[in-house]
């Protein structure tokens, strides 16, 4: 059974018809192509690779069917940055080493984006650990992700 949905992806809307049990990252990988945002453990919920921001919140796209996103503001990886200018949390993970292969860090980001948009937001060791409990990285040290995250915190607070 198939259907005809709109999904605004960073801003741009795209139109398709898609099957009702397609997954919204599918749609955002193979309809709309826009391929920052992964696929690690195999639709199970269970790595954060493919977590986006709908309508601001961050999700694992792997647990959202395409046709519930209908309407909805999605932000993926490709969104976060403004022309030549990375997001601070982007920059942060850059200047921390905050990623090796990169595979996991758009996950990473776009989880740390929902939790750092909250200016009061708590930049404790334990409460950063707990904001990326949904995301997992199979190589890199969490100590760097966490820095990345502290700093990205603290640059964004000057803002
Ligand atoms: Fe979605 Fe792993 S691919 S949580
Ligand atoms: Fe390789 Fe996280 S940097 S999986």
Redesign the pocket.
């Known amino acids: 059974m198939k259907r005809e949905i709109v999904i605004n992806i960073n801003g741009e809307k795209v139109d398709a018809t898609v099957e009702h049990r397609l997954l919204l990252?599918d749609f955002i990988r193979e309809v709309a192509g826009v391929t920052g945002t992964?696929?690690?453990?195999?639709?199970?919920?269970?790595?954060?690779?493919?977590?986006v921001l709908v309508d601001g919140a961050a999700c694992?796209?792997?647990?959202m069917f395409a046709v519930q996103a209908e309407g909805a503001d999605i932000t993926t990886i490709e969104g976060l940055a403004r022309s030549d200018t990375l997001h601070p949390l982007q920059q942060a993970f850059t200047d921390r080493h905050g990623l090796q292969c990169g595979y996991c860090t758009p996950?990473f980001l776009m989880t740390l984006y929902d939790y750092l948009k909250d200016p009061g937001c708590d930049a404790s060791v334990e409460a950063i650990r707990e904001a990326i409990g949904?995301?997992?990285c199979r190589c890199t040290g969490y100590v760097h992700i966490i820095e990345a995250a502290q700093q990205a915190i603290e640059v964004l607070a000057q803002m």
Do not use: D, N, Q
């Open positions: 990252v992964h696929v690690g453990c195999g639709f199970e919920g269970r790595c954060g690779a493919c977590t694992k796209s792997c647990l996950g949904g995301v997992l």
